[in-house]
């Protein structure tokens, strides 16, 4: 699973099995299952099982999926370890909330075995804490990418949930992802009947170097991947750029007076990657 070319991935709430056809056909990039804090208490081991099932069942075909489980420091996370320890299921991501060092994500990876199982795990940016640790936590661990989750960050600083108040920690989020190479989803827009600022919202997260935005509601799905789509003029471009440089043997060359090198290359290769995936998940 490649987050840079999944800008939109749908929170799916473990308890309630009734909504996961719903999401498979809602058009996003990916699901993620929430086992956290969308699940109350006494719903947990409900959820844990309805996913569970799904993910044994095959039943997602090749949409993405992504397992939010419970912080490993309380029993609902270390029951959704153990559940998820099946060699069985299938899915593609583990989220982990409210990460906060390294050795907490290097513990969920070597317990679930996730190099071997081809299981990327990511990390869900959303405390004071979370966001001090970032440098330790992409260069210490297995993190192959970075979510942000602006809610719980706003109220764990005592801030606004406003983009102003919260653009510091985005931008260290974004910072931090790029130290390695990995990229950077933002947190979602959460009032759902309001496109015009999701629409805004989105394109300022792009602006900074976001690769997503998270959905919670299926109809912020297609806003925010209008908003990621490269456009028709980038896509001819970026045709242009790869025909030229393979036709120049990989070496570099120009194109309307701007040099093509190896890293404009890739650049080019990853906007019609993105394109493809866009228009792959709206076709069905």
Known sequence: MDLSISPALLFTPGNKPERFSKALVSEAN?????????????????????????LL???????????????????????????????????????YPKAESAEELNIIYETLHLEARKIKLFALIETSKGIHQLT????N??????????????VDVGC?????????ARLQLIQAAALTHIPAIDSPFFDFANEKELIAETIKAKEL??????????????PIKKQFAPTEEQI???????????????????????????????????????????????NG
């Open 160 to 168: 606004h949930l406003s983009w102003e108040a919260l653009l510091f």
């Open 57 to 95: 069942h095959n039943e997602h075909a090749n949409l993405p999926i992504i397992v939010r489980i419970n912080h490993i420091t309380s029993d609902a996370g270390l029951a959704d370890l153990l559940a998820l320890k099946q060699t069985n299921l299938s899915f593609d991501a583990i989220m």
């Open 141 to 154: 661990s297995p993190v192959a990418g970075l979510f942000f989750g602006a809610a719980d960050y706003a």
């Open 136 to 139: 330790s936590i992409v260069t």
């Open 236 to 282: 001819d471009r970026a045709k242009k750029i790869i025909a030229l440089f393979e036709q120049a043997g990989g070496k570099a060359c120009q194109h309307d007076g701007e040099m093509i090198d190896v890293p404009i290359y890739n650049h080019a290769q990853k906007l019609l990657h993105l394109a493809k995936n866009i228009k792959r998940n709206r």
């Open 209 to 222: 170097g976001f690769k997503g935005k998270l959905a919670i509601h299926p109809k912020q799905i297609a």
């Open 30 to 54: 990916g699901l993620i299952l929430e086992l956290e804090d969308a699940v109350p208490l006494e719903d947990k081991k409900q959820a844990r099982d309805n996913v569970v099932q799904f």
